[in-house]
């Protein structure tokens, strides 16, 4: 209907997306996906579970649906994700025996031939089509003095897998983007660990291009000068910058249940939205990105998590209509 299209509005700043699974790319869904996004992620049809469960045998069923839409519709597609601790089937962490593997020198070598083996596969499929890759996601934990999460990943490869993924992923796909992706950057005790992780990757020549910030996000945190703060700490690197999960809890606990939203959450979430797309524009030169965790309130990731109840952090309602949050980012415009 008549509201301003959000990619028209922002046109001259970044590309707007969505994250999405097929649901979204139908009937009315998709005529609002299309409409107002210029961008879109697959929100679990390019992660490994989805695109390589069984080793060797890979599925594209829905990610080839998630990319037809896109270019059917002109949109860019953020590729989401290699490398991530969930969503990983068992058997990449399986040794040469079937056995959940040790760390030994056999099982680092066989698990980057798998990570490789991957890489080449999804990445070189898309490598005309995905414009940035989440290569690596969620790998940093501040509570580590090295800041490195202590994944599978990192018990079995140290920083070798990061290593690896990023060079594969420039060998197969070198038009693409290649990011490393986290939430909480806007902490600062984290990003700080993330910050001298891209640094230390740059100065070994590791082809990143740039940071994730993920920016989940709920009605009263971060603020704009949290999130100013976020941005501005990156751009000593030189990198890209893209906002790639976006979405605000109307929770500001886990022990709050509504069924139907708040005026006040609304109104709260609004002002937050406002704040968040003020800083992005005012650093439109270094960020390259905005996509929102999902199309509409009828389905979030948030309904299961943190806990099980249903959420209402995007721009448009469970019916599909514009939320308060919708007019204030148009007014951040
Ligand atoms: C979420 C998906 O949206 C859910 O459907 C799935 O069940 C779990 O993963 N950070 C990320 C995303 O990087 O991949 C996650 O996506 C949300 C948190």
Redesign the pocket.
Known sequence: TGIPSLKTVFASDFPIGA?V?RPQLLAERGQLLAKHFNSVTA??AM?WDATEPTEGVFTYTDADAIVAFARANAMLVRG??FV?H??TPAWVFNDANGQPMTATAANKTLLLARLEAHIRAVGGRYANDVSAW?VV??VIDENQSDGLRRSTWYAITGLDYIRTAFRVARQVAPNAKLFI?D?NTNVAAKRDKLYNLVAQLKAEGVPVDGVGH?Q?GNVSWPTGAETDAMIAAFLPLGVEQQI??MDTSIYTSSSESFTTPPADRLASQAARYKAWFDVYRKYKANITSVTL??LADDE??LD??PVSRKDFPLLFDVQLQAKPAYWAVIGAA
Request: glycine share 12%.
């Open positions: 994250a699974g929100g679990n992660k989401h994700t991530w969930n969503q989440d996601n969620e992706n939430y993920q989940h790639t999960e965790w999902g979030t990731w299961s998590y």
